[in-house]
């Protein structure tokens, strides 16, 4: 009897029980994992041979296979610029909930957003996020691209407003800051290539260089211009005892 209770427990614990959910929530992951590569396909042949020189079976001979698998992800191609588009913007939108999460000043929250954004615009996703409001789509997609850039565009100018709320920025016009920040950042996706001196994370570190440099607040450098023009303005001693000789005489 003894025995009989003992293997019976064995087997309860030796037995492996099959779940449907298990593999169901696998069969989501590997779907997940299939959309993104057809996603990034896309992306790349975009960059490479531009929106309306790229069809759906150049995407499809790309992954090695079918156009109706290409289909079973996305329903047509204007989506799948869309879907490239909202992957590398969704880069940027993560980076500003991080930068939330920071305790340091505005200027360094908007630095750190600047890389994420200078990063993403130099992945497979740029020519995408920089490009596709240009690509004569639906107007229910480009309003729907118009409304995340303006999101991105609203983000910024808020550090910017808030950086000078806190003196870390000096005060300018947010709205023509953010314009030439992100103007200077899109420009990337114009020339950057993959196989260049440079990483994306190289040139986005070097922007912010840049930007950061016209961003300090310019007390120091109005204290050492403030000296500068006493030296002028005050006679050399020279000067005072040419003027001294002559009174004399």
Known sequence: MANRRTASSADKHSTTVSSPWRASRERVREREVKREAVIRAAAHAFN?????????????????????????????????????????????????????????????????LLRHYGEAVASDFGWCMVRAEEQDLSPTMSSHIKALKSEIDQD?????????????????????????????????????????????????????????TGLRPRAAAQSVAGRTRTRRAKPSQSAQRRTATRTAR
């Open 156 to 212: 910024i100018r808020r550090l910017i407003r808030d950086g000078i709320q806190d003196g870390s920025i000096h005060p300018c016009d947010p709205k023509m800051t953010a314009f030439a920040l992100a103007g200077a950042l899109n420009w990337i996706a114009h020339w950057y290539r993959e196989n260049q001196s440079m990483t994306g994370a190289q040139i986005a570190d070097a922007f912010v260089t840049i930007f950061e």
């Open 48 to 112: 490479r041979k531009g929106y309306h020189n790229t069809s759906l079976d150049d995407i499809a001979a790309a992954l090695d296979v079918t156009k109706p698998t290409v289909y079973y992800y996305v329903s047509n191609k204007e989506q799948l610029l869309f879907e490239c588009f909202v992957a590398g913007v969704e880069q940027i939108r993560a980076a500003f909930r991080e930068t939330k999460q920071q305790k340091v000043s505005a200027r360094e929250r908007l630095a750190s």
